[in-house]
């Protein structure tokens, strides 16, 4: 009878083991989760952590002191998104990727509004000229843009179609001039149904852009990044 007891207790032992898994890996389902039903979904995703951004710097004569969208930083002229990518990526050691477009868009202010206004109204899906390899290797997936037409620019349209992150936990960040992240959240989880994209996304007003790199790192600890 003792002996029954003991066998007994070291299955239930080794069924509880086996329940709790964990191989200290740090995966999607460690980080911050959206409440929905997907949140409790098993990850298919792998434990890296990627930085995706798009970024179309503006040449004329303004700067972000001004409400443009590029910055100064060690004599260098970046993009506000491709600044607080790398800013990102710093602090997390993700990798970055660039969503870049065959197609060229204009880097003076006033033809970029109407190019860009002009392939909202189409509903256009601009081809890619950059990449990802493996996008199933990335267990966490920042994804940057501006907020263009009070929605995610085109690109990010393409970007979203074309790979698939189920399982990954994606977070959103975004530069603008006063619209906010104007719903885009939600936009990308319809574009990716199987992956939690956190509700805490980071918004930034290309206002505040040289304020960023406080603000990086103060969400990244609120997410517990
Ligand atoms: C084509 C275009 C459309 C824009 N539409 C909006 C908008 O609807 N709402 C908003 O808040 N900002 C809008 N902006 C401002 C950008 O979101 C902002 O300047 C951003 O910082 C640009 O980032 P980038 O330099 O990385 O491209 C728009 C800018 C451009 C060029």
């Known amino acids: 009878m003792k002996k029954l007891v003991t066998i007994s207790l070291a299955l239930a032992l ?14 999607a ?22 930085v995706v951004y798009f970024s179309v710097m503006e040449t004329d004569g ?21 600044y607080v990518a790398e800013l990102i990526a710093n602090e997390t050691g993700g990798e970055l990727f660039r969503i870049e477009t065959v197609q060229e868009y204009p880097t003076t202010h006033q033809p970029l509004l109407e190019f860009a206004h002009d392939e909202a109204r189409e509903n256009a899906r601009p081809e890619l000229a950059s990449t990802l390899e ?4 990335y267990g966490v997936v920042f994804i940057g843009y501006p907020i263009w037409n009070a929605d995610l ?6 970007f979203l179609e074309s790979y698939d992150f189920s399982g990954a936990t994606i977070i959103p960040f975004t530069v603008h001039g006063g619209s906010g992240l104007a719903g885009t959240p939600d936009t990308i989880q319809q574009l990716q149904p199987d992956a939690d994209v956190v509700t805490g996304a ?6 505040s852009v ?8 103060s969400w990244l600890s609120e997410l517990e990044m």
């Open 134 to 137: 493996n996008p199933g290797d």
């Open 14 to 27: 080794m069924l509880s083991l086996a329940a709790c898994g964990g191989t200290g890996a740090v995966t």
């Open 153 to 158: 620019p085109m690109p990010l349209y393409t």
């Open 202 to 207: 980071l918004s930034i007003s290309r206002n």
């Open 29 to 50: 389902s460690e980080t911050p989760q959206p409440e929905s039903a997907e949140s409790s979904a098993p990850s298919a995703a792998g434990g890296n952590t990627l």
């Open 210 to 217: 040289d304020t960023a790199p406080e603000a990086v790192r």
């Open 62 to 82: 303004v700067d972000t002191v001004a409400g443009a969208s590029r910055i100064s930083v060690d004599g260098e002229s970046l993009g506000n998104l491709e």
